[in-house]
């Protein structure tokens, strides 16, 4: 009897040690691995919404290949609409739900970004390529958060330096968005300015919602600039250069990578984006690298038949490329987060179709420790929306 | 003097597109009292059928704009009659909350149907081709003829409600809606009709406001500017909301110019709150005493 009743509680504490093995509450079972992300489907930023359904076809790619080391991955993303409040709502529904998510990915907007990284830290939940350049997040460098996009700032100076050194650009403006996003961007061509010996000759806050464009050429106007750095939304950008042309302003207009989708901007501006110079993050969507083949393959697969195979559906695929590359390296029964965060520290040279890509061995003093790439490339809009690389990927201190 | 003339310039052409949605928004309150929240909306899917017809069927411009305008007549007239006329025991507040609900469905619809990246709306006239009014002060083609709608909509609507049967009997609605219903005024057949013609005049405005920034939030910033216009005209006056109108488009701009860029955008509600303060029945705007 004493036999059977050791033998029962020794099947249980088993039974229970392999459900909790199965699934430990940290976002993966024996089959799954759940990851979440988020990205305004609505509102004026659902533009980049296109982001968390590229991964979401990019996860679906990897699934269809059977997946990683035996496990499907089951991306969870949701609409916060670029309200912060929303995103906040919507990844401690996530967590807190019954199945937590083991990671989360991309995830658009820096305010968005801001309402939930001390949440995510605080539950030691890696996030893994916010589709946002900001500072904030290797500024302090945080252990569970590794970003692949170079800050706006570099994205700046890198579009400065080529103003002024390459094009001899002698009278710089900024127009810059009135909050974090925009402000990075002011950030860099002052710096580069300085570098160079030089200062803006204007620095112009935009609003979000401001529509009426004409106070702000009438000042670029008065000013005499020959050259613009744009760090404003897709809306807006299009609204300045069509007035700054109505006004007869024609300066070099330079803009962000959150501008560089050519097709839709020639398409909206009517043909004025042409000759507009921004950096770039990945590989433009004309690639024929055996990757973006593949991925082309997938958007075909797995996409909605309104889709538009563009900059920012491909760079869904990009800011997941890290993760999916540290899964692979992780034997099935050894997958925890803190192993992806070993993982991902290994990480040397990865090349996906963004830039080279390297972090380190966590250092509180290494911003480089989790940024895992300070480089982008510039482009110019040609005709119908094409697009002419005019640099190498340039990487500035 | 060019400067000021040019900042002038912009300032009246920023004020039309205002100018266009302050009417619409009068029109509704002149004979219901309801601030119509949906305007916006309303203009947004009429210039998203214009949109939908130009580019994705390929009609010429005057069918589409001939059949976008009698499909905005019908859009307000369905509003009054399936949504608004349905209330029960409707106060003014909640006839305002309906609108705003009609807003948010109105504006799902467009996102709904036709995706959130911005559109490139054909348009016979360029947004961004320009003619130069006197030396170095340019204004574009398509705000000359926004400037001209935007005129004509209100020289049309005050001889309306000045001269007209159908236009007396909208303000006696307004007035006193018991005493009109008394006097054989079919009450609902006015306030239908009164929505037809402000979501006509809304969709004026949206059509003009499209070629040069098409999205499904295209209309906010003129919606919230408009309101203001009308508020500061005075809610029941067409010309108050005209002058209103080019009164916050030359404040912002010269502000914007002059004084500081960064506080442009909020100098037209700065606007608002001090003309309800001050005088809240605006510049021009009666207000009827109702002996109780």
């Known amino acids: ?78 609409d916060d609409g670029y309200n912060p409040a929303r995103t906040k709502a919507g990844v401690k529904q996530l967590q807190e739900g019954e199945t937590p998510m083991f990671a989360f990915v991309g995830g658009v907007g820096t305010s968005p970004g801001l309402a939930v990284v001390d949440y995510l830290m605080d539950a030691k939940v890696p996030w893994i390529g916010p589709a946002t350049a900001s500072e904030h997040w290797v500024n302090p460098p945080k252990k569970y958060l590794f970003t692949n996009y170079a800050p706006y700032y570099k994205e700046a100076m890198v579009l400065t330096k080529y103003a002024v050194e390459t094009m001899k650009k002698k009278r710089i403006a900024v127009v810059y968005q009135n909050d974090d996003y925009g402000k990075g961007g002011l950030k860099g061509v ?59 302003l024609s300066p070099q207009f330079f803009g962000t990578s959150t ?22 993050f990945n590989e433009p969507p004309e690639s024929t690298s055996p990757l973006m083949m593949e991925y082309k393959e997938a958007f075909k697969q797995f996409a909605s038949k309104d889709e538009r195979w563009g900059t920012f559906f491909i760079a869904g695929f990009m800011f997941a490329e890290p993760l999916v590359e540290a899964l692979k390296r992780i034997p099935h029964d050894e997958l925890t987060r803190e192993r992806l965060v070993l993982e991902l520290e290994g990480l040397k040279n990865f090349q996906g179709i963004g830039a080279v890509t390297s972090y380190k061995k966590f250092d509180v003093k290494d911003p480089r420790s989790r940024q895992g790439t300070n480089a982008v490339y510039l482009t110019e809009c040609l005709d119908n929306g094409a697009n002419k690389k005019l640099t190498d990927w340039i990487e500035l201190d | 003097m060019t400067d000021f003339l040019l900042v002038l310039a912009s300032g009246i052409t920023a004020g039309s597109s205002y100018a266009l949605m302050g009417l619409a928004m009068v029109i509704i309150y002149k004979t219901s009292g309801v601030v119509n929240f949906a305007q916006g909306e309303m203009g947004l899917i009429s210039a998203y059928i ?17 059949w976008a305008f009698v499909f905005a007549l019908f859009l307000g007239a369905l509003m009054e009659f399936a949504i608004l006329r349905r209330a029960k025991d409707p106060s003014v507040l909640g006839l305002m909350i309906i609108t705003i609900g009609l807003e948010m469905i109105l504006l799902g619809l467009v996102s709904w149907k036709f995706g959130a990246d911005p559109k490139d ?55 006193n809606p018991m005493a009109a219903k008394l006097m054989g005024i079919s009450t609902n057949r006015v306030l239908m009709i009164t929505w037809s013609i402000s979501s006509f005049v809304g969709a004026l405005a949206a059509l003009l406001i499209a070629p040069a920034n098409m999205g499904p939030f295209m209309m906010w910033d003129p919606l919230l500017k408009g309101f203001a216009a009308a508020v500061m ?50 510049l021009f705007g009666r207000h009827y005493v109702k002996k109780v």
């Open chain 1, 1 to 78: 009897m004493k036999k059977l009743v050791l033998n029962c509680l020794f099947s249980i504490t088993l039974m229970l040690g392999l459900s909790f093995s199965a699934y430990a509450g940290d976002g993966i079972t024996d089959k799954e691995i759940h990851i979440g992300s988020w990205g305004p489907q609505t509102g004026p930023a659902a533009p980049w919404g296109t982001i968390s359904r590229g991964s979401d076809a990019y996860f679906k790619m990897i699934n269809k290949k059977g997946g990683i080391n035996g496990r499907q991955i089951v991306f969870h993303h949701f």
């Open chain 1, 190 to 248: 002052r710096m580069q300015l300085e570098k160079n010996g030089m200062k803006p000759v204007l620095e112009l806050p935009m609003e979000v919602k401001d529509t009426d464009m004409k106070p702000y050429i009438f000042k670029l106007k008065k000013a005499d600039v020959d050259a613009v750095v744009l760090w404003i939304s897709v809306g807006q950008a299009v609204r300045t250069i069509g007035t700054a042309k109505a006004m007869q």
């Open chain 1, 259 to 280: 501008v560089s989708d050519f097709p839709l901007m020639f398409k909206i501006s009517k043909g004025l984006w042409k000759g507009v110079i921004t950096a770039s």
């Open chain 2, 233 to 282: 005209g005075g809610m029941t006056s067409l010309g108050g909301a005209v002058v209103g109108a080019y009164i916050v488009g030359i404040i912002e701009n010269f502000f914007g110019t002059f004084i500081s860029i960064e506080f442009k955008s909020v100098v037209a509600f700065s606007i608002i709150v001090i003309m309800l303060c001050v005088k809240p029945s605006g």
């Open chain 2, 50 to 66: 214009t949109f939908m017809m130009l580019d994705y069927y390929g009609f010429g411009y005057l069918a589409t704009f001939f």
């Open chain 2, 121 to 175: 709306m054909p348009f016979p006239i360029s947004p961004f081709e320009s003619i130069e009014l006197v030396e170095n002060i340019y204004i574009s083609v398509l705000e000359v003829l926004t400037i001209g709608v935007a005129t004509a909509v209100m020289l049309i609507l005050f001889l309306f409600f000045r001269f007209s049967k159908l236009g007396v009997a909208m303000k006696a609605v307004q007035q």
